[in-house]
């Protein structure tokens, strides 16, 4: 039974979004995941065997450390006004982009606000660095899970940041 107040994403009239629609809408994912080479970063220090997945940490994968910190706010302005509220475009790429950038933006917050966690909460060293690589690797795996979804042309639901996007997002 569909509750009164569930989301009802727009129907697809018996025809798949666009190839390159759902291509694009997979853009905002990685640019999105430029801030997980902190969190390989902290796996690469604990565990030696990735050593072979150096690429990671990389001197091109750094690049977007060396970008202004007004980068992220031009994006995401240039996201909204050039993607977001252009009606014209379809909604699967509108709610792909919004999804994408309060996805980052949870991240955000919860690296700033972990920062006021006791020291206790980490258990150590050690401690600290398992939280940051399980938080990393919760990240990377709800944006695989939101690229694959925008591939196939669906709507993913993460719980609570679906239906903002979908508000943010609607027609």
């Known amino acids: 039974m569909e509750m009164p107040w569930s989301i009802r994403y727009p129907a697809s009239?018996?025809?798949?979004?666009k190839w390159w629609w759902r291509t694009l809408a997979c853009l905002p994912y990685l640019i999105s995941l430029r801030d997980t080479w902190k969190y390989w970063e902290a796996a690469y220090r604990l565990c030696p065997s990735l050593e072979r997945f150096e690429f990671l940490t990389s001197g091109f994968y750094r690049a977007?450390?060396?970008?202004?910190?007004?980068?992220?706010?031009?994006?995401?302005?240039?996201?909204y006004l050039g993607v977001v509220r252009r009606?014209?475009?379809?909604?699967?790429?509108?709610?792909?982009?919004?999804?994408?950038?309060?996805l980052e933006n949870a991240i955000q917050i919860l690296e700033t606000t972990s920062s006021f966690f006791p020291f206790a909460f980490y258990g150590g060293r050690t401690g600290y660095q398992f939280f940051w690589i399980g938080l990393g690797a919760l990240y990377i795996l709800t944006m695989l899970v939101c690229?694959?979804?925008?591939?196939?042309?669906k709507y993913v639901e993460?719980?609570?940041?679906?239906?903002?996007?979908?508000?943010?997002?609607?027609?």
Do not use: C, Q
Not at 13 to 17: R, S
Not at 88 to 100: A, I, K, Y
Not at 158 to 171: C, D, G, L, N, T
């Open 13 to 17: 009239k018996g025809e798949m979004v």
């Open 147 to 153: 690229m694959g979804a925008s591939i196939i042309g």
């Open 158 to 171: 993460v719980p609570i940041v679906s239906e903002a996007a979908f508000i943010h997002s609607k027609m």
């Open 64 to 79: 977007f450390d060396r970008l202004p910190r007004w980068f992220v706010m031009v994006y995401f302005t240039a996201a």
């Open 87 to 102: 009606k014209e475009l379809p909604h699967f790429l509108r709610f792909n982009t919004v999804m994408s950038m309060l």
